[in-house]
Nanobody, 126 residues
């Protein structure tokens, strides 16, 4: 089992920045990848960014590329999402996800992940 706890959400004006954190506990040695997803009211949960444990390879949704950065601190079992140049359309609940299965995948689908955090709300005002 892996437990994930997100933090860092809040209210920010358009153009501002926030940094989300996700700390993992439990069987973290089996981590294949960590990801961030978001879900706005009435919409499906969508991929934002992911990082693989091997080689630290990262991937991003086109909508956030160039504005968001995913990073990790393995010593702290924590993954971060630095969000810059925020837009009102970035408003959503943001979820951290963990993949334990050691098989290659795109990491862009919710079914690619085994564990989820409770989410943290990000609201961007115009």
């Amino acid at each position: 089992q892996v437990q994930l706890v997100e933090s860092g959400g809040g209210l920010v004006q358009a153009g501002g920045s926030l940094r989300l954190s996700c700390t993992a506990s439990g069987r973290t040695f089996s981590t294949y990848a960590m990801g961030w997803f978001r879900q706005a009211p009435g919409k499906e949960r969508e991929f934002v960014a992911a990082t693989r444990s091997i080689a630290g390879i990262t991937s991003y949704a086109d909508s956030v590329k160039g504005r968001f950065t995913i990073s990790r601190d393995n010593a702290k079992n924590t993954v971060y999402l630095q969000m810059n140049s925020l837009k009102p359309e970035d408003t959503a609940a943001y979820y951290c996800a963990h993949r334990a299965r050691q098989t290659r995948t795109t990491l862009t689908f919710t079914s690619d992940y085994d564990y989820w955090g409770q989410g943290t709300q990000v609201t961007v005002s115009s």
